[in-house]
């Protein structure tokens, strides 16, 4: 991960100081304002980030394209590849059952996330920040599970989900003191049944969406300034039109970013799943199936490329959106 | 106005972060895309992966001074072992300080948990692989050989040829008819069950399938699951799947659908999903969220009467008693022309070399010493769940367990590894196989036909290898 790079289109606004690039541009045709100490620390910050940028980015992205239209086992050297025009997308639309339940799976997690998760996270920010008493309390609890790990979050579902010796049924039975809860065929197969077994995944994995975007949001409704909330108040607005008529639209940038950051989160959904079964039994993500194809034995890196790429194409939309709204911001 | 200055700092600060998570956000989502060149970056994966887990097993004797000097078997041998759990994991490491003892050589042990050292054996092989290392015969074995992966051990089965059966040979040849691959034991795949649970219950092992059946019938009187079954991930019903066909269709047909050579939508082959579907309500009904830990627990504290699983099952009882009240018989015949044959599946570990092997004497005269009793005596006295390989092991300090295991595997006719150690890996992993046994298993009545042509299409769509 490359994230230490600076974001590559922020410019080296604090190097040119007290001249503008654009007067020095003007000036190039005789002299140039900037002394070779300057060209040195331009070319190096614009030098370093675009050159990580290109070798971490650009490249494995361009690599996977070319990739995808090719068949290799990964073993050998470039000369073992060979170019099969279209067939792994053939493949993989026609000859690959788990592709398009995947597909949906994405779709589904991206819903709820965005329907469900996100909402209730932002529902507990708004309460959160009424000041009620224990509020510190609630927030700890509430921010606990984002400091783990998705696949940690894996492991404790299993251990909650396991029809046998699962906290959920086991307790079911405890309570209820009906051995059926524990007996296979009566209990209730939390992550053996297609389609429960996902809803289920989904409720752990939003156990930690929850608290992430409540944080994010309480940041930003404490940034909310207070004379326009009592502006409103005195206006006779009640709490609800306060919030969705005067706080919500000053929030309009943390709004953008809790979208993309619930839509990152739900395209880049994996390791719990992963740490589940690998995505078998109606579990299966596209990340998922990229990982199955490309590691392991099976090495089919053509096939599992051109599903990255299908992901690719999924994933740039928000992107584009996000990088645009937030460049043309800047450049007001 | 302090106010306001507060919050345009703030929302500057918001920019910022939203930037980082920008950035982030399109890092991880390139990601994905990154994935395809995984293959081409994944030599410093697993070269970072070894060393990690490193850790020198070389006894500090005067072994350790030995410098390479002599020309012929010294210094240190590297081996890559995925004998990552507890017992065989220290089983593996005395018999490596016995092979230092015996000849001075070091033994430097790389241990990687075993499914990872699966999934980067790819990459591990390719990059700086240990001289030596862990892996399983068969189809997996002979794929590495193909791809020039491994070396030619064929002197050192000139040494140690003699104490294998022609079977250990055959499944350490590979397809250009050299030996790549030394066995240490392998296990059988058989029908387990709780020897005084069933005096108790006054149950008989059953020897076909109609005894099968009608003991299934009592067991579910009885308030039991006759046969524990999990298959969460993916890979157990592949046994089952494996031990009907052999019943049904014989070796020959199993290794020739393995091998591509016959099709799926053989009759042949539907034959055996629906035996297996009738069987189906003697299994445990709901398999597809439990581990195979679990079934195993289930048959450990009764609650099952039966399971069909390799009997590494038997780590699962934890104390002694309860590991020597496990037994075993094979399954039942079907009434078919291949009932005489008896053929089971006993999967085989054992070692191989790299290409890349650096101390190329040192490694054979280590592979040379792995096939000798010696090493496979040394070895099951720490793993009492396996039976050696080798004929000259001695088998007088067997337990119970390990007794009947030899006697399985001595019975059968024909041995096969595992459906996904004798087909090509794409196809048997979770890709292929592994979901199409569950697509099966959620829905046993579906058209069997369409179901059956979707794997040869799936299989079909593979790469040539």
């Known amino acids: 991960m490359s994230s230490s790079s600076a974001p ?49 980015i650009w490249l494995p992205t361009i690599g996977s394209i070319v990739l995808s239209f090719t068949s290799w086992n990964g073993i050998g050297g470039l000369d073992k590849i060979k170019f099969i025009g279209i067939k792994n997308y053939e493949n993989l639309f026609a000859n690959y059952p788990p592709f398009w339940p995947a597909v949906e799976n994405n779709l589904i997690w991206l819903a709820a996330f965005l329907l469900i998760a996100t909402p209730l996270g932002m529902l507990m920010a708004v309460i959160l920040d ?20 998705l696949a940690i979050v894996g492991f404790i579902a299993q251990l909650m989900y396991s029809p046998g010796m699962g906290f959920i049924n086991n307790f079911l039975q405890a309570v209820t003191g009906d051995p059926k809860w524990v007996t296979s065929g009566t209990a209730i197969d939390w992550l053996g049944t297609p389609g429960l077994n996902f809803a289920m995944v989904l409720v752990a994995a939003s156990w930690r969406h929850v608290g992430y975007i409540m944080v994010l949001y309480l940041a930003g409704l404490k940034s909310v300034d207070n004379t326009l909330r009592e502006a409103a108040a005195i206006d006779g607005a009640n709490a609800r039109q306060v919030f969705f008529r005067v706080v919500f639209p000053v929030m309009a940038p943390i709004n953008v970013v809790v979208l993309v950051v619930t839509i990152i989160e739900s395209l880049r959904a994996f390791d719990i799943v992963y740490i589940i079964n690998k995505g078998l039994n109606g579990l299966g993500l596209l990340s998922v199936l990229i990982a199955n194809n490309i590691l392991g034995e099976a090495s089919l890196i053509g096939f599992g490329s051109a599903m990255a790429v299908i992901l690719l194409l999924i994933s740039i939309g928000p992107i584009i959106y996000y990088l645009a709204r937030t460049l043309g911001k800047e450049a007001e | ?28 989502a390139f990601i994905a895309a990154c994935g395809g060149s995984s293959a081409t970056a994944s030599p410093s994966v697993a070269a970072s992966v070894a060393p990690s887990t490193a850790a020198s097993v070389a006894p500090s004797t005067a072994a350790s001074v030995a410098p390479s000097t002599a020309p012929s078997a010294s210094g240190t041998v590297t081996f890559g072992s995925n004998y990552s759990d507890d017992v065989p994991k220290k089983a593996i490491a005395a018999v490596m300080t016995a092979f230092t003892q015996k000849t001075g050589i070091n033994v430097t042990i790389n241990t990687v948990e075993h499914n990872k050292f699966q999934d980067t054996i790819n990459a591990y092989l390719q990059a700086t692989p240990d001289d030596t290392f862990t892996w399983f015969a068969g189809y997996r074995m002979r794929f590495f050989a193909a791809q020039g992966l491994a070396t030619d051990i064929s002197d050192v089965w000139g040494t140690i040829g003699a104490n294998f059966s022609d079977a250990f040979k055959t499944a350490s040849t590979g397809d ?36 099968f059946t009608k003991l299934g019938d009592q067991m579910k009187k009885d308030g039991l699951i006759p046969l524990a079954f999990a298959d969460k991930d993916g890979w157990p019903a592949m046994g089952t799947f494996d031990i009907l066909n052999m019943r049904i269709n014989g070796y020959d047909f199993h290794v020739g659908l393995m091998a591509g050579k016959q099709k799926w939508t053989d009759p042949k082959v539907k034959a055996v999903f629906q035996q297996w579907a009738q069987l189906l309500p003697y299994f445990d009904p709901a398999p597809l969220g439990k581990t195979w830990q679990e079934a195993a627990q289930d048959l450990i504290n009764k609650k099952a009467g039966m399971y069909f699983l390799g009997t590494f099952a038997g780590q699962q009882a934890t104390d002694q008693a309860t590991h020597d009240d496990l037994d075993f018989f094979p399954f039942p015949t079907l009434g078919t022309a291949y009932d005489a044959e008896m053929g089971i599946d006993a999967p085989i570990d054992g070692f191989m070399m790299s290409s890349k092997a650096k101390n190329t004497d040192g490694a054979k005269a280590l592979l040379e ?28 300090k067997y337990n119970a367990f390990q007794k009947s295991s030899a006697t399985i595997i001595g019975n059968a006719g024909k041995i096969a590894q595992f459906l996904d150690r004798d087909t090509r890996p794409d196809f048997a992993g979770a890709n292929g196989m592994q979901s199409f046994l569950q697509t099966f298993l959620k829905a046993p009545t579906q058209d069997l036909d369409k179901f059956l042509s979707g794997i040869q299409s799936f299989y079909d769509s593979l790469p040539p290898q």
Not at chain 1, 130 to 149: A, D, E
Not at chain 2, 380 to 388: C, E, H, I, P, T
């Open chain 2, 176 to 211: 250009d008819g050299k030996q790549y691959f030394v066995p240490l034991y392998n296990y059988p795949w058989v029908v387990i069950y709780r020897k005084s649970f069933w005096t108790q219950k006054g149950y008989a092992i059953p020897k076909t399938l109609a005894d």
């Open chain 1, 130 to 149: 009424q000041n009620i008493r224990g509020t510190r309390i609630y927030q700890s609890v509430l921010y606990m599970p984002v400091v783990l790990s």
């Open chain 2, 1 to 28: 106005m302090a106010d306001l200055g507060q919050r345009s700092v703030s929302r500057r600060t918001l920019l910022k972060g939203g930037a980082a998570v920008a950035a982030l956000g399109g890092i991880s």
């Open chain 2, 369 to 396: 010493y792995l096939g000798s009793a010696d090493a496979a005596n040394i070895y099951l006295a720490s793993d009492a769940n396996d039976v050696a390989a080798n004929k000259q092991a001695d088998t007088s």
């Open chain 1, 8 to 56: 590559p289109y922020a410019p080296p606004a604090s190097a040119g100081g007290a001249s503008p690039p654009l007067r020095a541009r003007r000036g190039r045709k005789r002299f140039s304002v900037l002394t070779r100490r300057d060209k040195l620390t331009l070319s190096l910050m614009v030098g370093i980030p675009a050159f990580i940028h290109i070798f971490l």
